[in-house]
């Protein structure tokens, strides 16, 4: 069993950045592919980033292209979501999820293990 910690989360204005962070605990985490989801008030859960479990393959939704980066660090069992520029349309829970799988997954579905998610609020 997989326990999944998301930190990290906090207020910003547009065009600030912050670094979410998910600590993993239980199971070998370069063997699962991890991903960052968010969901915002009145709104589906969406796909934001997805990395594989060496970290060598990445893949991030078109609404955050540019603006953030997914990296891991196995050896911290560790996973990053750096977010940059970030817009009002930004402001959701972020949560990170895990999945015993070897490719880049961007469907909930997919993912076995989910924190508790992080709050964060982009305003002026």
């Known amino acids: 069993q997989v326990q999944l910690v998301e930190s990290g989360g906090g207020s910003v204005q547009p065009g600030g950045s912050l670094r979410l962070s998910c600590a993993a605990s239980?199971?070998?985490?370069?063997?699962?592919?991890m991903g960052w989801f968010r969901q915002a008030p009145g709104k589906e859960r969406e796909f934001v980033a997805t990395?594989?479990?060496?970290?060598?393959?990445?893949h991030v939704a078109d609404s955050v292209k540019g603006r953030f980066i997914i990296s891991r660090d196995n050896a911290k069992s560790m996973v990053y979501l750096q977010m940059n520029n970030l817009k009002p349309e930004d402001t959701a829970v972020y949560y990170c999820?895990?999945?015993?799988?070897?490719?880049?997954?961007?469907?909930?579905?997919?993912?076995?293990?989910w924190g508790q998610g992080t709050r964060v609020t982009v305003s002026s």
């Open positions: 999820a895990g999945t015993s799988g070897r490719f880049l997954y961007a469907q909930s579905a997919s993912y076995n293990y």
């Open positions: 239980g199971g070998t985490f370069s063997a699962y592919a």
């Open positions: 990395i594989e479990g060496s970290g060598g393959l990445t």
